[in-house]
């Protein structure tokens, strides 16, 4: 029967180190590892002993009876051009590796509670004896995990508890709802990690953009999962919805915004954000991408997602049909791809160069770029602070995790291994004595 | 959340498609090679001073003690945890899948003992042997422990030795047949520990503070127990090292106790989440270096 990974995969490997039969893939390290969506189970050298469900910290490892027939087939055609890995041969399994242990810092600050700052924070207390101080902005813990997760995924936010028992080590300091000044913590920790994240909604500069019932697709995602302080700032009006972005953001979002009462109902949902979605009148989502599907930047399984939805067709749209009347009757998700955005005209519509689309609201989710952090350099180019493996440049005793380190792109478990290296490198510093050697 | 019946019905068939018998799958006159006993990184004197001074025939042999001991130490813990199971298993439905499983992993407990005993033998020429303090703990832990505190005891002492072996088994430096003993166990132990994760989660359904509290406190010492357990002094003398300095230094091995926390990370992580981390646990593991 064998255990299935199904598309709430949050890659950060748990799995693949508690199987005993080397059948969970791409482990880190391998090819394909981040970039595939999501980790497989090999069905032919599975045994089905449940270790990678019980260790799963969003519950997407599951006994094949319980999973769908896609997730199922899924999982073994993953495995489909490759010879099966024989577990009893030993010499099949990576070779351990071992980091020596280091004298490490004392005092470590780790600036953000998403999943990038609580796995740094998670590497340090397993991998030294530092006593580290968390901080975050919001008055709570989870990030991303928390606040950028849709509701309709309550499965993937389950890893917020994980985090949480994290910051309840006793090493660890947690300072929720606290701004962090780098110039004092300078002062006060012989190493700052900073994981913000990269929350700023990249911009279309096209005209109209600023104009009413525009905004990015970020706050009405933070509005929705109930973030603090958020608030919507457009008014919904239907039929239509124009969405710029092709990404899992966009088609969170779209799969929201189409969801009839019923549905919303057993969503998760702030009762205020369950009213306003209930009573708006949106039918219709158009996707708009200035490249082609082959460029689309959404997951397999957030478009399985989209395909799932009851009531709701999805239709790719590659033609440049016409979409400046009203849309017919019915609930759809419409993917217009090739087009190029040109202005926003909220009497009008939305302007393209495959012509006008007839539409009520524009939201933009065509990415997210890191903003400086007070004090450290900063690539505008690239939207990261520039480091080397997780080391700020030219900043001793500065680190950077996540985001705001690689880029806004991989999901929660990617920040894993992420943090994971900077920890490592922030290790290394310390023991050659370059943390306590060096001014910060 | 699924019952104990349906965890012990999978795992059944689990263990249907794949059990090992370590008598056929391994040839026991085969002539050892001189591989290390285990990862040199996990010897309780990697990282200090001391293993600097050592030669690589000394390291070796230090390892092949301290696997010996590891194994001996493992013998003992699954002959007080057949007691516990088997204590259990009177109280249950013969026709149940339950029943069925926990024999099974009785029967998986013993064939290790022997398993870890033989290898044992061929390893070093002399016995290792928990000190008489834990020893006489342990008998009394076997007779009177139920509920969670049973099946969460099983759990640390499973978890805490599956992580090394995981390491030991991928690990090419390591003695052929010490590898292939190690994919053994943790093939079989990966079962024994769903089950004690899911018979911990049931028993628990319910449990007060004071019965967390206790239960809590209890397992943190059994792992305390256990963990000073692993390698005893006599490991140093028999590989020839001085014992004085040996127990010293290791007592002081960051590197060996960060080794330990990482290996122990997802057993917190799960004792955390049934809420059997409580502040007493947690201060008994602080001391033994697990947090």
Redesign the interface.
């Known amino acids: 029967m064998t255990y299935v990974i199904a598309g709430d995969c949050c890659s950060d490997a748990s799995c693949v180190a508690v199987c005993p039969m080397n059948s969970i893939h791409p482990s880190p390290g391998e090819a394909g590892f981040g970039t595939t969506d999501g980790l497989f189970i090999d069905p032919r050298t599975c045994i089905d002993c449940g270790a990678c469900a019980d260790i799963c910290p969003v519950g997407a490892a599951k006994p094949a009876d319980q999973a769908t027939p896609v997730e199922v087939e899924l999982n073994r055609s993953h495995f489909a051009t490759q010879p099966a890995l024989n577990a009893l041969d030993l010499d099949t399994w990576d070779a351990p590796s071992f980091a020596p242990w280091t004298d490490g810092p004392r005092r470590v600050a780790v600036v953000g509670a998403g999943p990038a700052g609580i796995y740094a924070a998670r590497e340090l207390l397993l991998r030294s004896t530092a006593e580290v101080t968390v901080y975050d902005r919001l008055p709570v813990a989870g990030g991303l995990a928390r606040f950028g997760v849709a509701p309709d995924h309550p499965l993937t936010k389950q890893i917020v508890t994980t985090f949480e028992r994290v910051l309840a080590h006793p090493r660890v300091h947690w300072r929720p709802g606290t701004e962090a000044v780098t110039a004092e913590l300078e002062t006060r920790y012989d190493a700052v990690v900073h994981a913000v994240g990269s929350f700023q909604s990249r911009r279309l500069g096209i005209p109209g953009e600023d104009a009413a019932r525009s905004c990015s697709a970020a706050e009405v995602v933070a509005w929705y999962n109930g973030h603090p302080g958020a608030r919507l700032p457009v008014e919904l009006v239907g039929p239509r919805a124009v969405i710029v972005g092709s990404g899992n953001v966009a088609l969170d979002l779209a799969r929201l915004l189409v969801s009839t009462p019923d549905r919303l109902a057993t969503l998760d949902l702030p009762a205020a954000v369950r009213t306003t979605l209930a009573s708006s009148n949106i039918t219709e989502v158009v996707l708009v991408a200035r490249r082609g599907p082959e460029a689309a930047a959404y997951s397999a399984s957030a478009l399985r997602d989209l395909q799932s939805l009851d009531g709701v067709d999805i239709l790719f749209d590659t033609e440049g049909s016409e979409l400046s009347s009203p849309p017919l009757p019915g609930r759809r998700i419409v993917f217009r791809f090739g087009t190029t955005p040109e202005a926003w005209d909220p009497a009008a519509g939305f302007v393209t160069d495959a012509g006008m689309v007839s539409a009520g609201n524009l939201f933009t989710a065509i990415g997210f770029a890191g903003r400086p952090i007070d004090g450290l350099p900063f690539d505008e180019q690239r939207g990261i602070v520039p480091n080397d493996r997780g080391a700020v440049l030219n900043r001793p005793g500065h680190f950077v995790a996540g985001w705001i380190k690689r880029g806004a792109q991989g999901g929660i478990g990617a920040n894993r291994a992420c943090a994971e290296e900077t920890v490592r490198t922030l290790l290394a510093t310390a023991s050659s004595g370059a943390l306590s050697a060096a001014p910060m | 959340m699924p019952g104990t019946d349906e965890?012990a019905q999978?795992?059944l068939?689990?263990s249907a498609?794949?059990s090992r018998d370590p008598e056929t799958e391994i040839d026991w006159d085969a002539p050892l090679g001189d591989g290390y006993g285990l990862?040199p990184?996990w010897s309780t004197l990697?990282?200090t001073s001391y293993w600097e001074e050592l030669t690589e025939v000394q390291r070796r042999e230090l390892t092949r003690h301290e696997a010996a001991s590891v194994a001996s130490t493992g013998i003992w813990f699954e002959l007080i945890l057949q007691q516990l199971i088997l204590r259990d298993v009177y109280a249950l439905n013969p026709a149940g899948a339950d029943f069925k499983w926990s024999l099974t992993e009785i029967a998986d407990e013993c064939r290790h003992s022997i398993m870890f005993a033989r290898l044992t033998g061929k390893l070093v020429d002399v016995e290792y042997r928990p000190r008489p303090i834990a020893r006489e703990l342990g008998r009394l832990f076997k007779t009177v422990a139920t509920g969670e505190s049973a099946y969460a005891a099983i759990l640390v002492a499973e978890e805490v030795l599956d992580v090394m072996q995981?390491?030991w088994?991928?690990?090419?430096r390591v003695e052929p047949l010490i590898?292939?003993v190690n994919?053994i166990h943790?093939?079989e132990?990966?079962?024994h520990?769903?089950f004690a994760?899911e018979e911990t989660r049931q028993r628990l359904i319910g449990a007060g503070r004071a019965r967390r509290w206790t239960s809590g406190l209890l397992i943190a010492v059994v792992a305390d127990v256990i963990m000073s357990s692993m390698v005893t002094r006599a490991v140093y003398a028999n590989a020839g090292l001085d014992a004085d300095r040996a127990v010293r230094e290791a007592r002081r091995?960051?590197?060996h106790r960060?080794?330990l926390?990482?290996s122990c990370?997802?057993l917190m992580?799960f004792l955390?989440?049934v809420g059997l981390?409580t502040p007493a646990a947690?201060r008994v593991y602080?001391r033994t270096g697990l947090?």
């Open positions: 965890t999978r795992l068939d689990s498609r794949l990862s990184e990697y990282g995981r390491d088994m991928r690990d090419r590898r292939t994919h943790v093939v132990e990966s079962r520990m769903v994760r091995n960051e590197h960060a080794l926390r990482s990370a997802n992580d955390g989440e981390l947690t602080r947090r």
